[in-house]
């Protein structure tokens, strides 16, 4: 899909979930280079990933994409008006809360999207995250994550959390107000929610699996 294609492809799926009469094109026209080249550090950072090729068919890298759209017009701008409606229609396609205020890093995989929901933490490069998880507040309070943590399914960072490099939070995890020293996997100390963390060497780099660092 070339540029132009591209360009009209985007505005009339955003036409056609929001229609209300605005019109994104320009805004979307004036940054899209720029939301490509940072996609594109993402896309060819993935090992499972056709190097310096974007598919907007392909669902995840799509979603990754409309969320530097978003976040790149913003920034440029400082206005919502554009963003906001790439922000609902990245939920709407892919099931994640991902606003466009939100920092994420340069280089992020997200396996599943269904489900997924961003707070506006502290997020470090290389991050994972997987379908149904969530990084939180509490009482205000954003965890702070280093660099390559990974989120497999179900899992949660909430509140007052410091979580170190390298940290892999086990499927069901949950994280609440608590640290980790990285460069472990945190299992359920009870084995489920709700119940305390046990820390313990990581035996297998998930990250090298998923990226070319």
């Known amino acids: 899909m070339n540029r132009a294609r591209l360009l009209r492809y985007v ?3 955003l036409r056609n ?6 019109d994104p094109q320009a805004d979307i026209d004036a940054h899209l280079d720029e ?9 060819n950072a993935v090992r499972p990933w056709r190097q310096d090729c974007f598919d907007p068919l392909h669902s995840t890298q799509y979603c990754s994409f409309l969320y530097f759209l978003a976040n790149t017009i913003w920034r440029r701008t400082a206005s919502t008006d554009t963003p906001t409606r790439l922000f609902l229609l990245n939920k709407a396609l892919n099931g994640i809360d991902l606003f466009y205020e939100i920092e994420m890093p340069p280089v992020f995989f997200i396996g599943h999207s ?3 929901v961003f707070a506006k933490a502290t997020y470090g490069n290389y991050l994972v995250v997987y379908q149904n998880s969530t990084v939180g507040k509490n009482h205000g309070v954003a965890p702070v994550l280093g660099d390559g943590v990974v989120m497999y399914p179900n899992t949660a960072i909430i509140g007052r959390c410091q979580v170190g490099d390298g940290t892999v939070l086990a499927q069901g995890v949950s994280l609440i107000n608590a640290d980790t020293p990285g460069h472990c996997t945190v299992f359920g100390a009870t084995g489920g929610r709700g119940g305390g963390i046990l820390c313990k060497p990581t035996r297998h780099d998930a990250l090298a699996d998923i990226f070319r660092r």
């Open 11 to 13: 505005v009339q799926q």
């Open 17 to 22: 979930t929001l229609p209300d009469d605005f």
């Open 114 to 116: 269904v489900g997924i």
């Open 35 to 43: 939301a490509l080249a940072r996609l594109h550090v993402c896309i």
